[in-house]
């Protein structure tokens, strides 16, 4: 049973920055893909950005070069950079593994 536990969420003003982590229970070398996916209040969950073990990384349309995903193999955790803030990013923030392997979620709010 793969475990993901994510950290580094808050409450942020619209155009700062804030760092999320999440740090598995395996190898992460032993999955493929790893990423984050969020879901706002009455929103369905929406993917933000993935990193694949190759070292690719994709992005949703509305990251607009905000955001910034890395993996760390020798923590094996995968983390995301946010910067540029927007209320509209308040949602919570899952991290994600292939096998679809969840991690609780950490809520993310922005607001003056």
């Known amino acids: 049973q793969v475990q993901l536990v994510e950290s580094g969420g808050g409450l942020v003003q619209p155009g700062g920055s804030l760092r999320l982590s999440c740090a598995a229970s395996?190898?992460?070398?032993?999955?493929?893909?790893m990423g984050w996916y969020r879901q706002a209040p009455g929103k369905r969950r929406e993917l933000v950005a993935v990193?694949?073990?190759?070292?690719?990384?994709n992005y949703a349309d509305f990251v607009e070069g905000r955001f910034t995903i890395s993996r760390n193999s020798a923590k094996n955790t995968v983390s995301l950079q946010m910067n540029s803030l927007k209320t509209e990013d308040t949602a919570v923030y899952y991290c994600?593994?292939?096998?679809?392997?969840w991690g609780q979620g950490t809520q993310v709010t922005v607001s003056s």
């Open positions: 395996i190898n992460i070398n032993s999955v493929n893909a």
């Open positions: 990193a694949t073990r190759a070292g690719r990384a």
């Open positions: 994600w593994t292939s096998g679809e392997y």
